[in-house]
């Protein structure tokens, strides 16, 4: 099959490898109709990730079709369009149990391959998914494959983070990074009952998209944000801020805009060492942090019911659509914002 595989500090080629296997009785091999570049994929591109091993087929953002079942898959049939969350889960262990199936004690990530062990992403024409009949969902009546894809991620993540922001109607919220998992996290704010959001960017074509849906903005290349949020809400902070970049910089600027026994709800992936905050700091303003991956495959079901009003445009977040062909360009253009790209979306 052809794959886009990972081989090194930004080089993704895009290859014939061999195509997947049922390895166990509880798998399926899914044919990928759509997959995506999400923000998180280019943690190895950039940075070309200690243990990840160069062959793998990239990407856990995908929905397909079933082609071939296990011998001890239940609830799924061949033919069946399924859409998947970016990690496997059993559905039956502890945190499966408690909604936090992003920790499930059988989860894999999708795309990530050490010392020949885990699995191959969703960037390619098949995919293996273990323990399909718990991490698998068939695709609901009225959502679109495109759809089915974003709440396996980073529809799911940007809600995520807005809930875990503990909205209120009358308070103040912030949102920083306006990619797609800010934008969708606005829109989240949003649903859970917010109705004074803003936004920080530096990208002018993003925050204009942050605005048509709902917030207010702010360039942060030459606007003041944190006096802005201070005048705002007569010198306290934000009550929540929503961090969807995951840097040093965008984590202390939280810091900075939220007030004293405020939450900091972070989702974006950040790699740094140290925290740009001290024990004391955080001590100081009562802070309330919550960070950590989005269980998405908890949250899908959630949010199924109002991808199928079409409450909300989720899908104007894809901003190119291409085949999977061209996915080394869309890497390109992904990672350098060129042609003012916000999401790619690869069709197979």
Sequence with gaps: MKALTFHGKHHIQYESIRDPEILQPTDVIVKVKVCAICGSDLHAYHESEKGLDHGTAMGHEFSGEIV?????????????????????????????????????????????RENNYGLHGGQAEFVRVPLADSSLMK??????????????????????CA??????????????GCGPVGLLAILGAIEYGAEKIFAIDTVPERLTMAQKFGAMVINASHQNAIGIIKEETDGRGADAVMEAVGNATTNRLAYDLIRPGGIISAVGVCTDTHFPFSPTDAYNKNL????????????????????????Y????????????????????????????????????
């Excluded at 945190?95 to 795309?111: D, E, I, K, P, W």
């Excluded at 190119?320 to 360009?329: A, F, M």
């Excluded at 890497?331 to 690869?346: A, E, G, T």
């Design 68 to 112: 071939a079942l296990g011998k001890e898959v239940k609830t799924l049939r061949i033919g069946d369009l399924v859409m998947s969350p970016f990690t496997t889960s059993c559905g039956n262990c502890f945190y499966c149990n408690m909604g936090l199936t992003c920790r499930c004690v059988q989860s894999q990530l999708f795309g990530w």
């Design 139 to 160: 695709l609901p009546e009225g959502v679109s494959l495109e759809e089915g894809l974003l709440l396996g991620d980073v529809l799911s993540t940007g809600f995520f």
């Design 163 to 176: 809930k875990q922001a503990e909205i209120k109607p009358k308070n103040t919220y912030v949102v920083i």
């Design 288 to 311: 309330t942090y919550k960070v950590g991956r989005c269980p998405a495959r908890f949250m899908m079901e959630q949010l199924v019911p109002m991808v199928q009003q079409k409450k």
């Design 313 to 348: 445009n989720v899908t104007s977040i894809i901003s190119h659509r291409i085949k999977l062909s061209e996915g080394v360009y869309g890497y390109d253009i992904f990672s350098n914002k060129k042609d003012d790209c916000l999401k790619v979306v690869m069709e197979l």
